[in-house]
């Protein structure tokens, strides 16, 4: 069983689909009963929202170009 201590570490990748099927299961499992990571994902979710309504069309470009970037590095 998952802990706050070990999910809320995970909630961003969470959030993103960054993890694999094993963990996010556990991610999703420990959210049905823990209304505190619930409420910390919902704030990332807001936090994220936010910053992308923020972003000029040329920081967006900008910021897409660094993950292609990235992406053909890793």
């Known amino acids: 069983m998952l802990t706050c201590d070990r999910a809320v570490p995970l909630l961003d990748a969470f959030r993103t689909g960054e993890l694999d099927e094993l963990v996010r299961d556990q991610v999703a499992r420990h ?44």
């Open 31 to 74: 959210l049905e009963r823990c209304e505190g990571c619930c409420a910390d994902l919902s704030a990332l979710r807001q936090i994220a929202q936010a910053l992308r309504s923020c972003m000029t069309p040329a920081a967006q470009s900008l910021l897409s170009g660094v993950w292609s970037a990235l992406g053909d590095r890793i």
